[in-house]
């Protein structure tokens, strides 16, 4: 709920405050902090301290930091202490989704078949955290969403005391390295094939993704669409159909080709929004929740189900870094700059900047096609992803 409160409106709320100009410097905040703490967070997890204690830590300190991030755009501080609180902010709020994610599928039986109706309630706080902003709050555009946020993480605080504890991995104390402590021994996955695909394409899939909610939003500002926040939620209301559907879905098809629909339904989301008309583009957003789940939330999924589980907190820590740091720095900053060269005299041309996002999400399509290859059934020989 808290992310849905701030981050949703993000971009309006620092154009609000005249620092539209920071958005993509602010976003790519979280990326850069996907460098640092995931992995060393997940290394902790896994070898040190228990994922709920963590938690409870990350929930603390991601409100008082979103505090004072708030506070700098509402004491109009200079861009710099701005951006020095946000990035502060990321450090602490960008390994909480990695951790929350480990804890839920220690507790799971069968994750294939559990885990998409329980992250389907945390689409459902996102969508409750956009219906705050917009119809109890009207914070579209104020600063109010972030100081709401900021208390609700302090509610998540809370309710970590209600978490089944989760011991840490049993990791004998001569056998850590600098490289385990800081969690860089996760880049062994990367050795196996497939695994290094999954992860290449989920951090070049996060390119063209970055742009949903920051230029989604401001695209259907200049629209002159009202409750935008509430607008947005449609993309999570096919979100937890997906989610619900899921287990179905990868009991029937290859996993392959679960994961090829996603990036595929997100070209025709894009090639909608280039359209740039209030209709399409709604329409576009309610493909989001297909583009979204099928591929990320699989991914994670196939993480449960393949990777050993001493690794379990890392692997996701490492999805993470790839996604939250090398895809969306990218995604962010090469964002920013596209969308400018799209903007003449203050006007942006929608078709051209998401008619530029629709050809990398395709390209990255391809390279999926080709490179994905699954794995074989030793009984059947036939290809079986799990």
């Not at 808290?2 to 100009?21: D, I, S």
């Not at 947005?232 to 090829?260: C, N, P």
């Not at 583009?281 to 591929?295: C, E, K, P, Q, S």
Request: with cysteine.
């Amino acid at each position: 709920m808290p992310m849905g409160l701030w981050n949703v409106p993000l971009a309006n709320v620092f154009a609000a405050f005249g620092r539209e100009r920071l958005v993509p410097w602010v976003l790519a905040t979280s990326a850069t902090a996907a460098f640092v703490s995931p992995l060393f967070v997940g290394a902790l997890a896994d070898q040190k301290m228990a994922p709920t204690r963590l938690l409870r830590w990350l929930a603390v300190l991601t409100g008082l930091t979103l505090t004072m991030t708030c506070l700098s755009l509402h004491w109009g501080l200079s861009d710099g202490l701005v951006l020095l609180c946000a990035q502060v902010q990321a450090l602490v709020a960008m390994p909480v989704w990695s951790i929350t994610s480990s804890i839920v599928f220690s507790q799971l039986q069968d994750a294939k078949r559990q885990f998409g109706p329980l992250r389907a309630c945390a689409t459902f706080g996102w969508m409750c955290g956009c219906w705050i902003v917009s119809f109890v709050l009207h914070a579209d555009a104020s600063v109010l969403a972030g100081f709401t946020a900021a208390g609700l993480w302090l509610l998540v605080m809370g309710l970590t005391w209600m978490l089944p504890t989760t011991p840490p991995a049993d990791v004998p104390q001569q056998q850590r390295s600098w490289w385990q402590i800081l969690g860089l021994d996760a880049l062994d996955l990367l050795k196996h094939r497939d695994h290094r695909i999954v992860f290449i394409t989920a951090a070049l899939y996060c390119i063209p993704l970055a742009a949903f909610y920051p230029y989604t939003v401001l695209q259907l500002k200049e629209l002159g669409v009202g409750h935008i926040s509430a607008v947005m939620s449609l993309a999570q209301s096919t979100e937890i159909l997906v989610m619900l559907l899921l287990a179905g879905l990868m009991t029937r098809f290859r996993l392959k080709w679960v994961f090829l629909s996603g990036i595929v339904i997100c070209v025709f989301r894009y090639a909608m929004n280039a359209m740039n008309t209030q209709v399409w583009i709604m329409i576009g957003t309610t493909l989001h929740g297909f583009a979204f789940t099928l591929y990320f939330i699989t991914t994670q999924i196939y993480l449960e189900e393949r990777i050993d589980p001493k690794w379990r907190v890392r692997a996701q820590a490492l999805l993470a870094l790839l996604m939250g740091g090398v895809g969306n720095l990218i995604g962010y900053l090469g964002g920013g700059w596209w969308h400018g060269l799209c903007q003449s005299h203050g006007v942006t041309n929608w078709s051209r900047f998401w008619w530029g996002e629709t050809a990398i999400t395709a390209a990255v399509c391809v390279f999926f096609t080709l490179a994905y290859r699954g794995r074989k059934s030793g009984r059947s020989g036939c290809l079986d992803d799990f």
